[in-house]
């Protein structure tokens, strides 16, 4: 089976966030990067389904430099190679034209099946995926707890999350995009041997042209969204808070809880 | 020229989703905003739910109503909604974002060429364009997003953003319509549906919890916190990575995928209060969150905070507890 796999890189989700000068998105200067959480669950997904099954997996990633740290991790993970969509005229597109830059860079090899996550830890579109199989015509299904790819590799059986914990279960037609929610397997980690290895595998650059697109079908350019600007939610009159030090708040708090909430 | 709106329903064996009664309150703004009529587009819906939608104020119900449409696929929903959109061309097309609507809508866009605004919070007039409302980064930010561009917007609406009991009611039912439908494929051969979890802890009932987050760090970390539940008497549940992550079993998840709870007291610790476990926690009475970040939108449906380091803050608690006993 040959497998792509979509990741995003995205800030960590301990960092501390603050809104960049422009007021349009985060300042992106002080924070650390990590492979997105649901992603990183599609990539387990597809190491472990060429285990089984033999084949390859390829991951994809759109986004600037940085994007490399998060391709390397996946090839140290056991990926084959990388496709990285690194030319600026990609950057900054809403989930259409994202996935209209991945649908071109994925459909100019063959593949079985394509993962991705369910949702972005940033944007949070929950949408590049469906869209990316619409492109692709091909079956698609988000928030899929578990995949079982039957005997003969044509179909497989799909486990998906509904609301209030409950799954529901369905066979699709193969090839297919799954978007994968988190949870659904263990994520491995990298080995040193793996590490080494990453070193030398390869990661094309295609830029937009290469894969016969024009520039202004995707970042940006070819976004229906714009974003206005980016603020901390106003969280109305929020919590009283208790200051002071651990032993004198905790106090307070419970003297509140006992005495004005009387919960206890 | 005056706006089209359609509202998307949601309904399962014959009921309507409570997030539906929601999208017509949406819908009924957003026309009243734009200057516009709304619809609602009832699939596979029987005539006692057509009434039922159309006693709200609306210009019309549309009825999509096929043997194809009973049991939901994507492939069957895009395609009745999809030449319906094309034939018609509403401006705005709006969704509840269940889990289901995030499943066909995307490629629904895709397909009909509509921009998309998902897990919209709230919209506003500026000028003569809307402006969008959504949650980024796991709601610690919201962006503010508009438009481009001609043609049909579609917008998925965040459960509890927009209030039930703003639906206006009709004086005179609306015009229940059937829908001309396209070719229906079902692309998924449904199999069944069956619980997640082991389903062995019911937090439903439960008088206090304490709600574990990723902030707590590991499963090597909860003994303080164990701690804390059996002197308060209270539950543990926890958010979905601690679940993810193998720290605590499946059955203690609370959110849109977990249980849903109310308690009387709410203990958050190290949770940032992602929405998707805001919906499973915010009925509780009392809500206290202890985080380090004092920005985490946890705060914001907390009556009580404590700011710091939960690492110090839990043991203070238990010794103050074990101090008034
Ligand atoms: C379709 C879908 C369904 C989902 N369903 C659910 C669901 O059912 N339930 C659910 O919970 N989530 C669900 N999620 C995930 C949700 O979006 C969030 O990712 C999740 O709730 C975050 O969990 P958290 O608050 O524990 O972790 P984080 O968001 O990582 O927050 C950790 C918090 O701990 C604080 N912290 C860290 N260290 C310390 C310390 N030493 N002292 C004090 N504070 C500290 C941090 O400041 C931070 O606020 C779902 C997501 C999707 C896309
Ligand atoms: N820039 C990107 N590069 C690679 N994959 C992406 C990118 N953006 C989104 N994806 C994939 O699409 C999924 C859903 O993202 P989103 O639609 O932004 O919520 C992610 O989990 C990734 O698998």
Known sequence: ?264 | MAKSIWIVMQQREGKLHRMSREAIAAGQQLAAMVGGTASAVLIAGDDALAAEVAAYELEAVKVAASPALVDYTPGAFVGALGSAIAAERPDYVLFPHTYQSVDFVPRLSQEVGAALVPETISFEMVGDEVIWKRPILGGKLQSRVRVKGEGTVFATLQSGAFPVDSAAAATTPAAVQAMALGDLVADREILGVEQAGDDEVDLTKADIIVGVGRGVGGPDKLGPLEELAERLGADIGASRPVIDNGWLPRDRQIGSSGQTVAPKLYLAVGISGAIQHQVGMKGSSCVVAINKDKSAPIFGISQYGLVGDLHELVPALNAALAESE
Not at chain 1, 212 to 223: H, P, R
Request: net charge negative.
């Open chain 1, 1 to 264: 089976m040959r497998i792509a796999v979509c990741i995003k890189q995205v800030p960590d989700a301990e960092g501390r966030l603050q809104v960049a000068a422009d007021g349009k998105w985060i300042d992106e200067d002080e924070i650390k990067f990590v492979i997105n959480e649901s992603d990183q669950y599609a990539l387990e997904e597809a190491l472990t389904l060429t285990e089984a099954h033999g084949g390859e997996v390829v991951v994809f990633s759109l986004g600037p430099d940085r994007v490399q740290d998060a391709l390397r991790k996946a090839l140290a993970l056991g990926a084959k190679r990388a496709v990285h969509l690194a030319d600026s005229a990609f950057h900054g597109g809403d989930a259409h034209a994202t996935a209209r830059a991945l649908a071109a860079a994925i459909r100019s090899e063959e593949f079985d099946l394509v993962l991705t996550g369910a949702q972005s830890d940033d944007a949070g579109y929950g949408a590049t995926g469906s869209m990316l199989a619409g492109l692709l015509g091909w079956p698609h299904a988000w928030l899929v707890m578990g995949l079982e790819v039957d005997e003969g590799g044509g179909s497989a059986k799909v486990t998906r999350e509904m609301e209030s914990g409950m799954n529901e279960f369905f066979r699709l037609q193969l090839p297919a995009v799954i978007e994968v929610q988190a949870g659904l397997n263990h994520p491995r980690y990298a080995s040193l041997k793996g590490i080494m290895q990453a070193k030398r595998k390869p990661v094309d650059r295609p830029t937009p042209a290469d894969l016969g697109l024009v520039a202004d079908e995707v970042g940006m350019a070819g976004s229906r969204l714009e974003i206005v600007d980016v603020a901390f939610p106003d969280s109305g009159v929020g919590a009283q808070i208790f200051e002071g030090d651990p032993a004198t708040a905790a106090k307070a708090l419970i003297e509140k809880l006992r005495n004005e909430a009387r919960v206890l």
